[in-house]
């Protein structure tokens, strides 16, 4: 999408949905990009199945790393392309604790 369009269509995203929500549950940013990772390709009321196990246990970046891959896998294996998503989860953690103290971002800088 060109540079000059992106603003009016997101204006118009915004005009037509002011509050937009999500079947997700979440509590803090960080299980929201995590559950959102975990969605791709499944549904909301699986990815929640899962994450109201996992996020109790592993609620940060760091909780999920010290998981490690076969300990997140346990808790997701109920949702499709698990083990890829595990991986991706876990380089996400490792990326947010390395470079931004454990928390997400506010900016894509």
């Given at each position: 999408?060109?540079?000059?369009?992106?603003?009016?269509?997101?204006?118009?995203?915004?005009?037509?949905?002011?509050?937009?929500?999500?079947?997700?549950?979440?509590?803090?940013?960080?299980?929201?990009?995590?559950?959102?990772?975990?969605?791709?390709?499944?549904?909301?009321?699986?990815?929640?199945k899962a994450t109201r196990k996992l996020f109790p246990v592993a609620g940060t970046p760091q909780a999920?790393?010290?998981?490690?891959?076969?300990?997140?896998?346990?808790?997701?294996?109920?949702?499709?392309?698990?083990?890829?998503?595990?991986?991706?989860?876990?380089?996400?953690?490792?990326?947010?604790v390395e470079r931004h103290g454990g928390v997400v971002p506010r900016t894509r800088e």
């Amino acid at each position: 999408m060109k540079t000059a369009l992106i603003e009016p269509f997101f204006a118009t995203l915004k005009a037509a949905n002011p509050q937009p929500n999500t079947e997700l549950e979440y509590t803090t940013v960080f299980e929201l990009l995590a559950a959102v990772l975990l969605s791709a390709q499944a549904t909301d009321v699986g990815v929640n199945k899962a994450t109201r196990k996992l996020f109790p246990v592993a609620g940060t970046p760091q909780a999920i790393l010290d998981l490690g891959l076969d300990g997140l896998e346990g808790y997701i294996k109920t949702i499709g392309l698990y083990k890829s998503k595990a991986r991706h989860l876990l380089q996400t953690c490792r990326i947010l604790v390395e470079r931004h103290g454990g928390v997400v971002p506010r900016t894509r800088e």
